[in-house]
């Protein structure tokens, strides 16, 4: 069983729609949760950051974690054509002296005008 | 107002000739990292320089050396590619380990 999962999709919304993205994890060692939106051919671009359970939000994005069920949420509101990207889950967990990520597979999310 | 910024952003070399990509950084961040990322997968970390010091994973081939000459600058060297090393070249910056921020990145391609 692989540390993060998440489902690759591909997604297909069409615009205005809400969209929700989901990761699991299987290591409570995990501190910080990320998502990274990633359009082709471009590097990864961070798009929220949070460390505890509940509810984070910016703009059309939410970000939600559930650290009792090991389960991360992002919800983009009003989803537009220029969202059409990968979503990138991931996680920080200390490996010897250092922080590293643990990165899911990515989800596919296309939105249709 | 680019932040990490990668170079070249695309690169053709030839089975078995080396070839070196660069990066770059204004954060003044003190860690900088090298991860390579090939279609639909994940960013694989190669290394990370935390300060001076160099830390390699693991499984990362020989054939990939890094270099940090300064503060603001990183390299990758690819000794000898081979076909299998074509792919998405990520750079990456963080304060101490916290959030990392990534470049461009560099597609390299082996002929």
């Known amino acids: 069983q692989k540390e993060v999962e998440q489902d690759p999709g591909p997604l297909s919304v069409p615009e205005g729609a809400i969209v929700s993205l989901n990761c699991t994890y299987s290591?409570?060692?995990?501190?910080?949760f990320m998502w990274y939106r990633q359009y082709s051919r471009k590097g990864p671009e961070l798009l929220m950051y949070?460390?505890s359970s509940g509810n984070k939000e910016d703009g059309r994005f939410t970000a939600q974690v559930d650290k009792s069920s090991k389960y991360i949420s992002l919800f983009i509101r009003d989803s537009q054509p220029s969202d059409s990207a990968t979503y990138l889950c991931?996680?920080?967990?200390?490996?010897?002296?250092?922080?590293?990520?643990?990165w899911g597979l990515g989800t596919s999310l296309a939105v249709n005008p | 107002d680019a932040m990490v910024i990668q170079n070249p952003r695309y690169q053709v070399t030839q089975f078995g000739k080396p070839v070196t990509l660069s990066c770059s950084q204004t954060?003044?961040?003190?860690?900088m990292y090298w991860y390579q990322q090939k279609s639909s997968q994940a960013p694989k970390l190669l290394f990370h320089y935390y300060d001076k010091d160099f830390n390699n994973e693991a499984d990362t081939p020989d054939n990939f050396q890094s270099r940090r000459p300064n503060t603001s600058f990183c390299f990758l060297d690819i000794r000898s590619p081979g076909l299998g090393d074509a792919a998405m070249y990520l750079c990456?910056?963080?304060?101490?380990?916290?959030?990392?921020?990534f470049g461009p990145g560099t597609r390299l391609t082996v002929l």
């Open positions: 949070t460390y």
């Open positions: 290591n409570s060692a995990f501190q910080y």
């Open positions: 991931a996680m920080s967990v200390w490996a010897g002296n250092n922080r590293k990520l643990i």
């Open positions: 990456a910056t963080s304060r101490n380990t916290d959030t990392q921020y």
């Open positions: 954060l003044n961040h003190n860690v």
